[in-house]
């Protein structure tokens, strides 16, 4: 089983509908939450980063976290084309070896206009 | 946003070359950077980490020989495939860790795509 569990998609929407995201985990030790996104043949881009369970927002984006459950969520609200990407949960434990970052298998969205 | 670069973007090299790719934060000091490899459709496989001035980290399974990293500087790291091969054609992403900043975590070079003839 893998440390972190993402649904790879890919998941078609219309535009302007909410985009709704998520990880699941395996290790309590993971403190540290962060969602990126990547677009085809492109690095990803850090979108949100939280350490606290609760909501986060940030525009049309709200990252939520629930340790006790071991969740996560990503809400893109209004979406456009132009969030068509693959969307990436990564977590880092409080004293990470070396800093590292464990990711999940990534989220294929489109939004189609 | 912090800012970290690559170069090249792609490159195409015939089997049994080497090739460099540089990682570079622009506008923050990263006293650890990373590199990744990603084929298509699946997610980042981290290869090494990097510090400063002291020997890379290697995952496991990663031949340290064939993937040589060197960081010279705060704002610099380099990656060199040694004899290239066609299977080491793929998706090389490095990443920077800013800890300095607000979010104390790593940002990612737009990638350098690797082909192999």
């Known amino acids: 089983q893998k440390e972190v569990e993402q649904d790879p998609g890919p998941l078609s929407v219309p535009e302007g509908a909410i985009v709704s995201l998520n990880c699941t985990y395996s290790n309590s030790a993971f403190q540290y939450f962060m969602w990126y996104r990547q677009y085809s043949r492109k690095g990803p881009e850090l979108l949100m980063y939280?350490?606290?369970?609760g909501n986060k927002e940030d525009g049309r984006f709200t990252a939520q976290v629930d340790k006790s459950s071991k969740y996560i969520s990503l809400f893109i609200r209004d979406s456009q084309p132009s969030d068509s990407a693959t969307y990436l949960c990564?977590?880092?434990?409080?004293?990470?070896?070396?800093?590292?970052?464990?990711f999940g298998g990534g989220t294929r969205v489109l939004v189609k206009p | 946003g912090a800012v970290v670069s690559q170069h090249p973007s792609r490159v195409i090299c015939k089997s049994g070359t080497s090739v460099k790719i540089e990682c570079r934060s622009l506008?923050?000091?990263?006293?650890?950077m990373f590199w990744y490899r990603q084929f298509p459709k699946q997610s980042l496989m981290l290869m090494a980490t990097?510090?400063?001035?002291?020997?890379?980290?290697?995952e496991q399974g990663v031949e340290k020989d064939k993937f040589l990293i060197n960081h010279a500087s705060l704002t610099l790291s380099t990656l060199t495939v040694t004899s290239a091969h066609p299977e080491d054609s793929s998706f090389y992403i490095c990443?920077?860790?800013?800890?300095?900043?607000?979010?104390?975590?790593?940002?990612f070079g737009p990638g350098t795509r690797l082909t192999v003839l």
């Open positions: 506008d923050f000091q990263a006293t650890t």
């Open positions: 939280t350490y606290s369970s």
């Open positions: 990564a977590m880092k434990r409080i004293k990470a070896a070396g800093n590292k970052l464990t």
């Open positions: 990097s510090n400063e001035g002291s020997k890379a980290t290697y």
């Open positions: 990443s920077a860790r800013d800890g300095g900043g607000a979010a104390d975590t790593q940002y």
